[in-house]
């Protein structure tokens, strides 16, 4: 039966994985997750931490929480939802010991082109909150929905009543301009 499972489980979207495992709960669903995924959160945790031992334990600690963390959260893209929660874990990770380490450039909002090695975690986030409410209104509420709240698209259009695309762009304009105002920023230069 349980070899039955793993070949059906094998044959569906992520999405529909999610759904048999919040369903019936059957632990061959987040076997099935860890086989597609352990390898793209690992990734990720290795980007931020950069030892290969922590970023090991920070995978298995999220799949071990990943039975809850399903059945708590509406997840509408999978891939996306998994990615956004190990980098988040990563970031708890790194605040914790924060003293010691220092944030890497962050897809959110630090300009990709700088060499960034010399401020932390905390300087990340002063810049953040203050371009946030630099840009439009629209703009603000998506980023703030989809990275701060860990909001879905599809809980963002209910929340706000964008349209998807409206969403989408939302975000991706947030991006590009709080990494304009932030390689603006005197305070980011002067490092």
């Not at 945790?45 to 990943?66: G, P, S």
């Not at 970031?91 to 003293?99: M, N, S, T, V």
């Not at 962050?106 to 960034?116: F, K, T, V, Y």
Request: charge should be neutral.
């Amino acid at each position: 039966m349980i070899l039955g499972r793993r070949a059906y489980l094998k044959t569906l979207e992520d999405e529909q994985v999610i759904s048999v495992f919040q369903q019936k709960q059957w632990p061959a669903c987040i076997e099935e997750i860890y086989r597609r995924y352990a390898h793209l959160t690992y990734g990720v945790h290795l980007k931020y931490v950069k030892n290969h031992e922590d970023a090991q334990d920070l995978t298995m600690e999220l799949f071990l929480r990943l039975p809850e963390l399903i059945n708590k959260h509406e997840i509408g893209n999978f891939r996306a939802w998994i990615h956004r929660v190990a980098s988040n874990a990563a970031l708890g990770a790194l605040r914790k010991q924060k003293g010691n380490h220092h944030l890497p450039i962050d897809e959110l909002a630090i300009p990709s082109e700088s060499n960034d090695t010399d401020f932390t975690i905390d300087q990340h986030l002063d810049l953040l909150s203050t371009h946030l409410d630099e840009l439009k209104k629209d703009q603000k509420k998506c980023i703030q929905l989809f990275y701060l709240e860990q909001k879905s698209y599809e809980q963002i259009m209910i929340h706000t009543g964008f349209t998807f695309k409206e969403v989408k762009s939302h975000i991706q304009n947030g991006k590009r301009n709080l990494r304009l105002l932030i390689s603006q920023n005197p305070a980011y230069e002067s490092r």
